[in-house]
């Protein structure tokens, strides 16, 4: 069974542009959240997608948007990038939303803003 | 506001003892706990969990405590190997407030020397 895959692995963008990426989930699995880890901080929650639908949502600006698709692949998009924004964007896929569970994660995205 | 803490930010240990990774939190919502073991350029790998119903969860060399009254939990490593070598988190969610939205703790580096 294939894991949780992110493309890209590696992004340099710069400073006012924008960034999309994406996250296939395991198969089967409906429920995609994104995570944002910098240095020193542990992974910060950034929004949660079941059925198309935004769940929950963390404490980011709405620069951070998502989406997701109904065969259940996922898409975050970040606008007007800071360099504040360098960070690992992890995802995590879960077979269903309300449910003690651990969630599995890919390998991350690297973005780095210069 | 932290409700997630791991105030040892790294710890060393000696191959073939035992390791003991410690986490607070603050939210009495939460009811499921899990710690991910995270290496250098991969996203996090599920280890271990535990309900707030019980104070021990076991698996083989790994075995969380759950302390409700002091919000405590810790992971103990036994016997520690260098494999182990690797960031490790702890997680809380309590789907009545948040979903499966996980609370991360900031991470722990823990290293076993040979």
């Known amino acids: 069974k294939a894991g949780v895959t992110q493309t890209p692995r590696y992004l340099i963008k710069t400073r006012g542009q924008q960034v999309t990426l994406s996250c296939s989930p395991i198969?089967?699995?409906?429920?995609v959240s994104w995570y944002q880890q910098t240095p020193g901080q542990g992974l910060q929650f950034l929004f949660e997608y079941f059925s198309e639908t935004q769940r929950n949502k963390g404490n980011f600006p709405g620069r951070f948007s998502g989406r997701q698709f109904s065969n259940s692949r996922s898409e975050m998009n970040v606008s007007t990038l800071e360099l504040g924004d360098s960070a690992l964007y992890l995802c995590a896929s879960s077979p269903v939303l309300f449910a003690n569970t651990e969630a599995f994660f890919g390998q991350g995205t690297r973005l780095t803003v210069v | 506001d932290q409700q997630v803490k791991q105030n040892s930010p790294s710890l060393s240990v000696q191959e073939g003892r035992i390791s003991i990774l410690n986490c607070d939190y603050t939210?009495?919502?939460?009811?499921?706990f899990l710690w991910y073991k995270k290496y250098p350029a991969e996203g996090p790998t599920f280890l271990i969990s535990i309900s707030s119903i019980k104070d021990k969860n076991e698996d083989g060399r790994f075995t969380v405590f759950l302390n409700k009254s002091a919000k405590h939990l810790s992971l103990h490593i036994v016997p520690s190997q260098p494999g182990d070598s690797a960031v490790y988190f702890c997680?809380?969610?309590?789907?009545?407030?948040?979903?499966?939205?996980?609370?991360f703790g900031e991470g722990t580096q823990l290293t076993v020397n040979p």
């Open positions: 198969s089967g699995h409906r429920s």
């Open positions: 997680a809380a969610s309590g789907w009545e407030t948040s979903g499966s939205r996980l609370t």
């Open positions: 939210n009495s919502m939460f009811d499921y």
